[in-house]
Structures are given as C-alpha cells and as structure tokens.
C-alpha cells in the first residue's frame, strides 16, 4: 500500500489526536505530560494516574468507531468524487 492511501485510511485529525494522547502518557516528557515525573502519583491513590489513561482510551476508540462499523469503500469513493471536484476547482 502506498504512504498516501494508508494516509487516508485514518482521518488525519484522529491520527495527531492518538499521537498527542501517546505522548501525554510518560512522565515528564512535556508540559503536557499527565505526570512531572514517575513518582508523581498520590501515595494513598495510585489508581488515579490510570484514570486519564482510561479517558484517552474511551476517547480514542469512540473517534474511532467509524472505523469498525462504516463501510469504507464506499466512504473512499465519495472522498475521492470530492477531491477530483476540489482538485479541477481550487479555492
């Protein structure tokens, strides 16, 4: 498979969501990071750190639903009647 049709397989949009989401998950890394760092965890409520996981995983598998259960032929097929309209008059 060419890089630009695996491209258009996943919406660009949910692809720098679960990348962004990724990287928010070690510690540390940014300010961004959920964690300052590994130790950055309630002694008495470590099961909090996992909460925000959790979030991002709800979130990521409804963003990606449509992924599962659409019929994707025929989705491809009218993006890609719009892109050759789009393409033949640029905005």
Same mark, same amino acid.
């Given at each position: 498979? !060419?890089?630009?049709?695996?491209? !258009?397989?996943?919406?660009? !949009?949910?692809?720098?969501?679960?990348?962004?989401?990724?990287?928010? %998950?070690?510690?540390?890394?940014?300010?961004?990071?959920?964690?300052?760092?590994?130790?950055?965890?309630?002694?008495?409520? %470590? !099961?909090?750190?996992?909460?925000?996981? %959790?979030?991002?995983?709800?979130?990521?598998?409804?963003?990606?639903?449509?992924?599962?259960?659409?019929?994707?032929?025929?989705?491809?097929?009218?993006?890609?009647?719009?892109?050759?309209?789009?393409?033949?008059?640029?905005?």
């Amino acid at each position: 498979m !060419e890089p630009v049709a695996a491209f !258009e397989l996943l919406p660009s !949009e949910m692809w720098y969501h679960t990348l962004a989401a990724i990287i928010r %998950l070690f510690p540390g890394i940014g300010p961004d990071s959920y964690c300052k760092d590994f130790g950055d965890a309630p002694a008495l409520a %470590l !099961e909090v750190i996992s909460t925000n996981r %959790l979030k991002i995983s709800r979130s990521c598998s409804f963003r990606s639903r449509s992924l599962v259960v659409i019929d994707w032929n025929a989705n491809r097929e009218v993006h890609s009647a719009i892109r050759d309209v789009l393409d033949r008059h640029p905005a």
